[in-house]
């Protein structure tokens, strides 16, 4: 393998099949192998063509580089050829993205970028916990109480003749109590052969004989109260001292006290 006197290794023993220079030793090439003071086979830089060799001076028409051998040493232009003296592109800038085919013969697949990390929403910071406020839309929670009343015993003995005097105030009677509940609560005394069955049964003992089967009856309110009515008793109820009309629903507040037959009372508790 022959080596031209620009260090190339050729396979061409007369030209450089790399730069195309004349390789010493060569038919025609006017420099002989050994001289120079260099090794034997490997000629010594000697002095270039002068300006009326051929090539000397004379500039590649592609991209200016002098010329030294058959081809340009830059571009690989070869000199005595009808090539015409185009300047190559210079090579695109790299981009971010993928290249299209037709600019690049090889185009270097584009790195996918890494996805997105979420950010972790910081946790609010924990408030201590409220003490609960009862709802305004909590059951309204009501009771009636039941008991002996002396005085409403003593005002119906007064207003009535004689025959009053038949009925006697009990020496004791149990308070019973009785949660409202649903749409009505019925007072009366239970009777079996007429098939009433009171949700608050007066029948007793003691039994005040001054009350009705069906006496009286609570119906609950739209705004969760409670009101009273009358159906139409034998001897008539009153609210707070007062007698209420037959067939009327009277509204009742927290306290209100229900009397009727010869002692008894009902006294309504709102919660």
Do not use: K
Request: charged share 15%; proline share 14%; glycine share 14%.
């Amino acid at each position: 393998m022959a080596i031209c006197p620009n260090g190339h290794d050729s396979a061409s023993d007369d030209f450089c099949d790399i730069c195309g220079m004349r390789i010493a030793g060569s038919p025609g090439s006017g420099i002989s192998g050994g001289t120079g003071g260099s090794p034997a086979g490997r000629p010594g830089p000697g002095p270039r063509p002068g300006p009326g060799a051929a090539g000397a001076t004379e500039p590649c028409p592609r991209c200016g580089t002098p010329r030294v051998g058959q081809f340009c040493e830059a571009c690989g232009y070869q000199f005595g050829t009808a090539q015409p003296p185009w300047a190559p592109a210079a090579p695109a800038a790299p981009r971010s993205s993928g290249l299209s085919s037709s600019s690049h013969p090889r185009s270097t697949p584009s790195v996918p970028s890494a996805p997105s990390v979420p950010s972790v929403p910081t946790a609010p910071p924990v408030s201590p916990p409220r003490p609960a406020v009862p709802s305004s839309y909590a059951p309204a929670v009501w009771t009636a109480v039941v008991s002996s009343d002396r005085a409403y015993y003593e005002s119906v003995q007064a207003a009535s003749g004689p025959d009053a005097a038949a009925v006697p105030f009990p020496g004791y009677y149990a308070e019973r109590r009785f949660r409202l509940a649903g749409s009505q609560m019925r007072i009366g005394r239970r009777s079996v052969s007429r098939g009433i069955d009171p949700e608050i049964d007066l029948t007793g003992p003691p039994a005040d004989p001054g009350i009705s089967r069906l006496h009286a009856v609570l119906i609950a309110a739209a705004d969760g109260g409670w009101a009273v009515l009358d159906p139409g008793s034998a001897n008539g109820t009153l609210v707070n001292g007062t007698e209420i009309p037959t067939g009327v629903q009277v509204p009742l507040h927290d306290g209100d006290r229900i009397n009727l037959g010869g002692w008894t009372s009902i006294t309504v508790h709102h919660g």
